[in-house]
């Protein structure tokens, strides 16, 4: 069709609606037959973001976690240090461990010297084989004994690497529910990691569609033009390729479940996000297709107008497809030949009789252009530029929580024999809050040092034992035996004290733990444990401390909002800022940012967890509340805006016409709220310095040739 005819229609048609005929009134409405078009086979579907890998990050050993190593909502790479358990009484395993492999080795040492002279004795008559067979069996019990140390060495080695936590995989790490200070038990899960790049989206596809337009599971596994819409209806960036068919049909839809792979090196898509999918193969087939223009949507769905030979108008329901340019495919309702309304369908209604105007050949109208384009329409227009955004999303629910919050266990057992702070004030990190009776541990370190200063003792005997076999062997005056025997007790008495000094340091930190210290500073709560009682269960706190300053507020923001607004979770930690009002309407000077986002959409209401921080200062904000947040944009992250009255919306959302080579061309925007100015931020869509369209919007369509006054 020639843009210079449409235009002229255009014009005609919205300067003259009807036109007095004799005896009655006609109503013009540009229409265009329906024709044959190549259309792609395309299935729509709408499917779920799954991270290709995601973990559970547990703990392997118990104990309480002195260092984290990250971030909360960070991106961490495999094997990065992400946290740490409190190594003390795991090295001391190891050395015990040690300790008892080096006594049997100098115990082996000297059975083996043993068996090998008595062996050759008995070879010659000189010693009985009963001798020789008891200091085998003994040797062999030795070597039996330090393989099962040897275990318990690996045991230990195991436990003692189990300290520290380390990225099992590359991606996003969620929320830390417990933080330095915690006693953290074997296996608990303590966080998540969602790998981000690349990223799945799982989706449903009909038994009919896999089987015959895509010719089976195993061919549609080949299927490399998948494309995404995300949840704020935009294209997203690059294609997909299908890498998983499920091996088994849904019962209750017959349909198979597939995983379509998208690259996300910006991090656009979260793991149980939303999205529309388009699956097509790159054949083509021929299908029947009208101006966009002419199809409309209701409650119903798609419909176009339809001019029969009798010039009288019907609605016809059809089945739309894709977009090809100006022209979109139907599938079903309309055929080839027909006639549809293009423009002026506001005009007319069901059963009415209207003069059609086919574009392409003119008008016949007194008045009406004829031949070449008619003049521009003159416009004003609106240079894109930058500014502040003055969109705020507010949220009413927000939640106050504690970045921290220890819980304080009884490490060991005994009576509670003093608490050292009052219930709900402030205690500083390392103050001393609870003592337990330290008695049998105090009996136990004095214990391990005696049984540490003997063996110092017998050492220095044993070594003088060992130094003077040297000697006496040296002038023939003592056998080798002997001297064997004094080198196996020395090592085996160091040996000794190694394993003895490893209990003792266990000892001491049994010992340590009889007085309970904060791990942070914050405001202590109610005790939970009174004075007087024997605590036993390590499950059962003593108290909890929270950290006051500073402080998160915990609130959703939906995908669809972060995606249009911000672009990505990420711009959106870099870029918002918050104001907090209390529950009493208290409007909080202190501006908060984001602190992080959750590595995960809630499924069932398609928003993401965001946690800002605010410094609290002053401790007026207490964890548990119920407070509203504003999320604006920074002013030093810039937006762009056009005039309110350029911004049109349609079935498809919002557009407004640029000026380009003298003609009006739509562009789709996604935009925010109005300042007071009137200008509107637009977020995707516009480029700086570009014009937008401000007047005569209602002759506007695309391709329309303008002036700019």
């Known amino acids: ?97 040690e300790a008892a492999i080096a006594q049997l080795d100098a115990q082996i040492t000297y059975a083996t010297g043993r068996f090998n002279r008595l062996n050759a004795l008995a070879a010659q008559q000189a010693a009985s084989r009963e001798d020789m067979e008891t200091a085998k069996a003994t040797l062999e019990e030795l070597k039996a004994r330090k393989a099962g140390a040897n275990a318990e060495l690996a045991r230990a080695a195991k436990d003692l690497a189990d300290c520290k936590i380390y990225a099992e995989i590359s991606g996003r ?46 061919e549609i596994g080949h299927v490399t033009n998948v494309q995404l819409v995300t949840a704020n209806g935009r294209n997203y960036p690059g294609k997909g390729r299908i890498t998983i068919v499920d091996n088994q049909l849904s019962g209750s839809t017959d349909s198979y479940t597939l995983w379509a792979e998208f690259e996300n090196p910006g991090k656009l898509l979260t793991h149980r996000g939303i999205g529309a999918l388009y699956v097509s193969l790159n054949t083509m087939r021929e299908v029947c297709m009208v101006p966009l223009t002419a199809i409309h949507y209701d409650t119903s769905g798609a419909f176009v107008y339809v001019i029969d030979a009798e010039n ?46 086919f574009a392409d050949a003119g008008l016949n109208e007194p008045g ?19 500014m502040t955004d003055p969109t705020v999303l507010t949220i009413e629910t927000a939640r106050l929580e504690a970045i921290n919050t220890v819980e304080l266990r009884p490490l060991v057992q005994g009576v509670l024999q003093e608490r050292n702070f009052t219930e709900g004030e402030r205690v500083q990190k390392g103050a001393e809050l609870f003592h337990i009776d330290p008695t049998r541990y105090q009996a136990t370190v004095d214990a391990g040092k005696a ?7 017998k050492i220095n005997d044993a070594r003088t034992k060992y130094e003077r076999q040297q000697k006496l062997l040296e002038v023939n005056a003592s056998s080798k035996d002997d001297l064997e025997n004094a080198r196996a007790t020395l090592n085996e008495l160091q040996a000794a004290r190694d394993a003895a000094q490893a209990r003792l340091a266990v000892a001491q930190d049994d010992l340590d733990r009889c007085v309970v210290k904060a791990p942070l500073g914050g405001r202590i709560g109610r005790t939970l444990v009174s004075k007087g009682n024997y605590v036993t269960d390590i499950k059962t706190p ?131 709220s109005a300042a007071e100015d009137g200008r509107v931020s637009v977020f995707t869509g516009l480029l700086p310095g570009e014009q937008v369209i401000t007047s005569h919007l209602a002759d506007m369509e695309e391709n329309t040739p303008v002036q700019v006054k």
């Open 451 to 457: 049984a540490v200063e003997q063996l110092d003792v």
């Open 368 to 386: 009406s252009a004829q031949g070449g384009e008619l003049a521009p329409v003159e416009v004003d227009a609106a240079t894109v530029q930058e």
């Open 173 to 218: 790490i969620g929320r830390l529910p417990k933080g330095e200070g915690n006693y953290i038990t074997r296996g608990e899960a303590i966080t998540t990691i969602a790998q981000m790049d690349p990223i799945y989206v799982r989706f449903p596809l009909s038994q009919n569609d896999v089987n015959g337009i895509f010719r089976g599971p195993k």
């Open 312 to 357: 009288k108008v019907s609605r016809r329901n059809v089945t739309a497809g894709t977009v090809q340019g100006r022209l979109q495919s139907v599938y079903e309702g309309i055929e080839p030949g027909e006639i549809v309304i293009s423009d002026g369908s506001h005009k007319t209604r069901p059963g009415a009789t209207v003069h059609p105007v």
């Open 542 to 672: 003593l108290a909890r401390v929270v950290q006051l300053s500073p402080i998160y507020a915990r609130f959703p923001l939906s995908e669809k909002d972060i995606l249009s607004i911000y672009g990505s979770s990420d711009k959106l930690e870099q870029q918002a800022e918050l104001t907090l009002v209390t529950a009493t309407g208290e409007e909080i000077a202190e501006k908060g940012r984001v602190a992080f986002c959750d590595n995960e959409i809630q499924p069932g209401t398609g928003t993401q967890n965001v946690w800002a921080v605010f410094e609290n200062a002053d401790r007026s904000l207490a964890p548990g509340g119920v407070v509203s947040v504003r999320v604006h944009r920074k002013a030093e992250f810039p937006v762009l805006g056009v005039p309110a009255e350029a911004v049109l919306t349609d079935s498809r959302g919002k557009y407004v016409y640029v000026v380009k080579h003298n003609r009006a061309l739509v562009r789709r925007i996604i935009c925010g």
């Open 1 to 97: 069709m020639r843009k210079s005819s449409i235009y002229a229609v255009t014009l005609l048609l919205g300067g003259m609606a009807t036109a007095q005929q004799p005896g009655r009134m006609v109503t013009y409405v540009q229409a265009e037959k329906a024709v044959l078009g190549q259309d792609k086979i395309v299935r729509k579907s709408i499917g779920h973001t799954e991270a290709v890998r995601h973990v559970t990050v547990r703990s392997g050993v118990e104990g309480r976690l002195v260092k984290v190593h990250f971030q909360e909502g960070a991106h961490v790479k495999e094997g990065d240090l992400l946290l740490e358990i409190d190594p003390l009484r795991y090295v001391a395993a190891v050395e015990e461990a």
